[in-house]
């Protein structure tokens, strides 16, 4: 009496194999030959399979073997199983190799123009399949989702209360900072403009306490000048590219964000020429020490590591 079927031991990936392959070829002596196995050892197995099923799954004739109805249900299994089987490997290797997956990370402005922006080119271009989240903000912002596990990596600045043993930072570089103007502005065009003439003009810069905004107040500090007071405090670029088009505001922010608005206004927006360079304390890249990467993820930091070496040359 053929076993009930729910009680069937599961098949092995070689019984697979060597089903699909006797329906390929028709005869089980290629069958054997395309597997590398001897015919008396793909006999047996063969004999295996049909007591595990309870019946006959090829019919033996003097031109081949062709699957009986039991056989047919099993080879078009076999087929479907080993195809996942290969997809499920292609998958895996994919992830192994960081080919895909989801990587999810974070900068402050200026490197993700100048650093994420070129990585994330070169990642998309070699590994298509990757899925990237990406966040701009503040260094604040961005600690605390690295601490919370929302990233794998972020560019910023660890902050006086994180604990620097428990990260793995990567030097930076130093953010220089620019300051934007429309083109019609008073000061545009002029050459070493010195920090008083630009007091008495309307600022529109990020909120106390954001490192642009400390190196602004603080070279004018230095100059011994008082600090800019008709200020609209923003982070939002677009709103500052509406703004500088239509008044004489000045914009500071770092030079990679100059240059990229500067290149995309058609020349309605210029920077100054300033005396004195203004420079933002440098940001680095950070990750956790107790965290692992995943393949993708480690594949992207690699990139973004090569881009950070070419802003240091």
């Known amino acids: 009496m053929a076993p009930p079927l729910s009680s069937l031991p599961l098949l092995k990936l070689s019984h697979l194999r060597l089903i699909a392959a006797i ?55 076999a087929h479907t199983m080993l195809m996942e089987m290969r997809d499920l490997a292609h998958e895996l290797q994919q992830e192994r190799d960081g080919a895909t997956g989801l990587v999810q990370t974070g900068a402050v402005t200026g490197p993700a123009v100048g650093c994420l922006v070129p990585a994330i080119r070169k990642l998309k271009s070699i590994s298509p399949n990757v899925e990237l989240r990406v966040d701009v903000g503040p260094s ?17 600045r660890l902050l006086p209360e994180n604990d620097a043993d428990a990260f793995h930072i990567v030097p930076g570089k130093i953010e220089r900072v620019r300051c934007l103007v ?8 002029r050459s070493h403009v010195p ?12 909120e106390r306490g954001t490192p642009i905004r400390q190196a602004v107040e603080g070279a004018f500090i230095g100059k ?77 930091y690699a990139l973004v590591l090569e881009e950070m070496a070419r802003l240091r040359e």
């Open 224 to 300: 011994g000048l008082t600090v800019p007071s008709n200020v609209v405090a923003t982070s939002s670029l677009v709103l500052m590219m509406a703004l500088l088009n239509d008044s004489d505001m000045i914009a500071p922010m770092s030079v990679e964000v100059a240059r990229m608005i500067e290149a995309t206004s058609g020349g309605t927006l210029t920077a100054l020429d300033l005396d004195i360079p203004i420079e933002v304390s440098p940001y680095h890249i950070i990750t956790r020490r107790d965290r692992r990467l995943s393949p993708a993820a480690s594949r992207f």
């Open 23 to 77: 329906a390929q070829h028709g005869q089980i002596q290629l069958a054997a030959q395309a597997l590398k196995l001897t015919q008396p050892a793909a006999s047996r197995t063969l004999a295996e399979i049909e007591k595990m099923v309870g019946g006959p799954l090829f019919e033996r004739h003097p031109r081949g073997m062709t699957a009986t109805p039991m056989g047919a249900v099993l080879v078009r299994r």
């Open 182 to 189: 429309r083109s019609g502005h008073p000061l545009a065009g």
């Open 140 to 156: 604040i912002q961005l600690m605390r989702g690295l601490e919370e596990g929302d990233y794998d990596f972020i560019i910023g």
């Open 195 to 206: 920090l008083q003439d630009l007091r008495h003009h309307p600022w529109m810069i990020q």
